[in-house]
């Protein structure tokens, strides 16, 4: 009957935010990349 857990994860949720938005951002410029090579070569 003892559920009670420390809720600590501030610097653990920022890294992760930080990381998410990165990956983003890098997937976001790779189909970006390829969609415009894409274009030029039709």
């Keep these: 009957m003892s ?3 420390p809720r600590r994860q ?3 949720h920022v890294q992760i935010s930080l ?3 990165t990956r ?3 997937i976001v410029i ?3 990349l ?3 090579l894409a274009i ?3």
Aim: aromatic share 4%; net charge positive.
């Design 10 to 12: 501030p610097q653990k």
């Design 24 to 26: 983003i951002i890098a």
């Design 3 to 5: 559920e009670r857990r």
């Design 34 to 36: 390829v969609a415009f």
């Design 40 to 42: 030029h070569k039709i």
């Design 19 to 21: 990381a998410s938005i």
């Design 30 to 32: 790779l189909i970006g």
